[in-house]
């Protein structure tokens, strides 16, 4: 038996497989192992995209994987503002050149938020600063009535505030 997938199917199964690493990620209570997991879910998301046609959401996604990998490498000073600096600026870029009226402000906002927590705050105070970015992201999936990703959204917020409440646990 030959198992056929055509691009549209296969692009599916990256962007489920790339859910579940994602929430793999917010299971992991360590920043850096965080991190890699949580840009191998970017990437997989990046691929669905593209098979998709939908270029600018996989050059986005794709920019997120490499945002979040340095963001754990690129850790004091110059290099560090710089590189914050460059993807605050990439994703506005796209949020003007993707521009589709005021929901556009929703991932806007998440993708910026995610950047500065994930380069200038701790671990435990960068999981917080993600809670804000998963409301704009469940109220921009709610808006466009995009109840797969808004569903999966929530069980990231869920996993992170599970996580979070982990991380005040052991602190001390």
């Known amino acids: 038996m030959q198992l056929a997938l055509d691009s549209a199917s296969l692009a599916y199964l990256f ?7 994602e929430w793999r990620a917010y299971w992991l209570a360590d920043g850096l ?10 990437l997989l998301w990046a691929a669905q995209y593209l ?14 994987a490499l945002r979040t990998m340095l963001s754990g490498r690129v850790e004091k000073g110059f290099y560090k503002h ?4 460059g993807f605050v600026a990439l ?23 995610t950047t500065l927590a994930l380069f200038y705050l701790n671990n435990r105070r960068m999981r917080i600063a993600l809670l804000a970015s998963s409301l704009a992201w469940i109220g921009n999936d709610y808006i466009w009535q995009a109840w ?9 917020m869920g ?10 646990v052991n602190r001390g």
């Open 148 to 156: 797969p990703a808004l569903l999966a959204e929530s069980v990231a």
């Open 15 to 21: 962007g489920g497989v790339g859910i579940l690493v």
């Open 82 to 85: 710089w590189a914050a600096a």
């Open 33 to 42: 192992a965080f991190r890699r997991w949580s840009a191998a879910g970017a």
């Open 159 to 168: 996993i992170n505030l599970r996580t979070i409440r982990k991380l005040f």
């Open 91 to 113: 994703f506005t870029g796209l949020t003007v050149f993707s521009w589709q009226g005021q929901v556009s402000l929703l991932p806007a906002f998440a993708v910026v938020n």
């Open 51 to 64: 098979l998709l046609d939908a270029w600018t959401a996989g050059w986005t996604m794709a920019s997120t």
